[in-house]
């Protein structure tokens, strides 16, 4: 599995970046629980990573928590939803649920309940196109390698965004789940054929997301052996390697491959997209490897809800 080592390892599972910013509708709010109920849309998007063709996760269910000492409430998903996250980048989407009626009023926490056991058999029976139509959840790599997806406790505790939400009376919400793969794939030594998946999370309120995307220049993207990348981190973070295993808050809050793409002219040209960025500076940088970063220091990018920021490298 060498190829697999090439992938950026994660920050741990307990530590999600969560950043949430209103109720995403135009409706008013009931933060207490009562009577009154509200719509919830969840979908899911993905910063993605280099080396595979697939990642297919399997969702089971959806677990919400409201505040106090209201019991959660589980939404089962019949049948299951499997989703490439490749599939789903930039400012798109896999929806999970759409206008789940729920108590109106704030929530402490939800949880996606997800098919990745450890030993398990994800991919069997996976016909090598483009959907996920294997067994529970894999990855498959650029050369054809098929392996299980496994999240450390994932049977007993799903993936787990900790901090709170509102769904507003009488209205609805709108949030999109945030995965970013280059954190989160490890293949430790010994686990073979087992690929550890513990992702880097980030719920983000539809309603006020923002993007950025530009262009990068063709010396860059068709540099020899490079796999290019842009890396986007918290405004004043220098742009840095992600170590393994490594918990560090200056980590980059979200990623993006770098695709081709023809002119109407028929000229090459190689673009890049991140999606649901919540509003605000960051500081950008385009990378080959990983770890040496154009420019060095970053460049800063602000942005705004709804609208998308350009910045070429």
């Known amino acids: 599995m060498t190829k697999l080592n090439r992938l950026h390892a994660s920050a741990l599972l307990a530590v999600l970046v969560i950043t949430l910013a209103g109720c995403g509708s135009s409706g008013s709010s009931d933060t207490t629980m009562g009577e009154a109920t509200g719509f919830l849309s969840l979908g899911i998007s993905d910063g993605p990573v280099h080396d595979a063709q697939k990642v297919c996760i399997t969702f089971d269910a959806i677990e919400f928590k409201p505040g106090g000492d209201e019991p959660s409430t589980t939404v089962d998903l019949d049948p299951a939803r499997k989703v490439n996250l490749l599939d789903f980048q930039g400012m798109n989407a896999a929806p999970l649920i759409l206008d789940e009626e729920l108590l109106a009023g704030d929530y402490d926490w939800l949880r996606l309940a997800v098919d990745a056991q450890k030993g ?40 787990k965004l900790n901090n709170g939400f509102t769904v507003p009376a009488n209205a609805s ?35 006020e997301a923002g993007a950025l995307t530009g262009t990068i220049g063709s010396e860059l993207a068709t ?91």
Not at 183 to 191: D, E, F, N, V, W
């Open 173 to 207: 919400a709108d949030f999109t789940v945030e995965f970013d793969l280059m954190q989160s794939i490890t293949a430790p030594p010994g686990l073979d054929p087992d690929v550890i998946l513990r992702p880097t999370l980030r719920l983000v309120n539809n309603i």
């Open 120 to 159: 398990s058999n994800g991919g069997a029976g996976d016909t090598g196109g483009d959907a996920c139509d294997g067994e529970g959840s894999y990855i498959v790599m650029s050369d054809g390698g098929v392996y299980n997806l496994f999240v450390p406790s994932g049977s007993q505790t799903g993936l």
């Open 223 to 313: 540099a020899e052996g490079c796999e290019p990348s842009v890396y986007l981190f918290a405004d004043g973070v220098m742009p840095n390697a992600i170590e393994d295993g490594v918990d560090d808050p200056e980590d980059p809050v979200s990623t993006a491959m770098v695709s081709e793409m023809m002119t109407d002219g028929g000229m090459t040209e190689y673009h890049y997209t991140i999606g649901f960025l919540t509003p605000g500076d960051y500081e950008g940088a385009f990378t080959c490897d990983g770890g040496t970063f154009e420019p060095a220091e970053g460049v800063g990018v602000s942005i705004a809800a709804n609208e998308t920021t350009t910045q070429d490298f």
